[in-house]
T-cell receptor, first 117, second 115 residues
Framework: AQKITQTQPGMFVQEKEAVTLDCTYD???????LFWYKQPSSGEMIFLIYQGSYDQQNATEGRYSLNFQKARKSANLVISASQLGDSAMYFCAMREGTTGTASKLTFGTGTRLQVTL | DSGVTQTPKHLITATGQRVTLRCSPR?????VYWYQQSLDQGLQFLIQ???????AKGNILERFSAQQFPDLHSELNLSSLELGDSALYFCASSAPGTGTTDTQYFGPGTRLTVL
């Protein structure tokens, strides 16, 4: 079974609008971390935001926020006030287990976001 | 700039050959991870080293090997290369430990093309 599911292969959003990129996950481990990365066309992977499984509040980093719904096992990324530079591939990833142990990331298939004028 | 460096940026080689990819982690990070990104497989975890020791292994082929040196830089060796090994290879590093998020910061990647 897929551990990270991103059901939107592609999304369009108008400049200055908000957009939500979906991510659902599957794990039986009570301790895990959820990450979002951005991959522009240049290829590098840029860390955006992190949410821990025990965090009580949704994570926010500037224009990025993570809508964490633990019971539904979803961790959607919300980008507010979209900019042309936000056009990129976005990946959701999960680390299972506590920090300090083997910490591989499992990635979803990604969502390609295109910001239009 | 994540602080993780990878060399070379591009590598073109022939089937059957052997190549070495190099990674230097962020200052202070003890963990190094290798990932492969290909069109058909997506982003796949290969292997993790922590302070010189192998910590976790993923979908890494037997033709591939890695190591982390005392200065914490890491090398990924790919041998008997096949066309299907063409991919973008990422190195990431983190500072794992209690109280940290163990966020992995990625290098710019090495794009390998096997002809």
């Amino acid at each position: 079974a897929q551990k990270i599911t991103q059901t939107q292969p592609g999304m369009f959003v108008q400049e200055k609008e908000a957009v939500t990129l979906d991510c659902t996950y599957d794990t039986s481990d009570p301790s895990y971390g959820l990450f979002w990365y951005k991959q522009p066309s240049s290829g590098e992977m840029i860390f955006l935001i992190y949410q821990g499984s025990y965090d009580q509040q949704n994570a926010t980093e500037g224009r990025y926020s993570l809508n964490f719904q633990k019971a539904r096992k979803s961790a959607n990324l919300v980008i507010s006030a979209s900019q042309l530079g936000d056009s990129a591939m976005y990946f959701c990833a999960m680390r299972e287990g506590t920090t300090g142990t083997a910490s591989k990331l499992t990635f979803g298939t990604g969502t390609r976001l295109q910001v239009t004028l | 700039d994540s602080g993780v460096t990878q060399t070379p940026k591009h590598l073109i080689t022939a089937t059957g050959q052997r190549v070495t990819l190099r990674c230097s982690p962020r200052s202070g990070d003890l963990s190094v991870y290798w990932y492969q990104q290909s069109l058909d497989q997506g982003l796949q975890f290969l292997i993790q080293y922590y302070n010189g020791e192998e910590r976790a292994k993923g979908n890494i082929l037997e033709r591939f090997s890695a190591q982390q040196f005392p200065d914490l830089h890491s090398e990924l060796n790919l041998s008997s290369l096949e066309l299907g090994d063409s991919a973008l290879y990422f190195c990431a590093s983190s500072a794992p430990g209690t109280g940290t998020t163990d966020t992995q910061y990625f290098g710019p990647g090495t794009r390998l093309t096997v002809l």
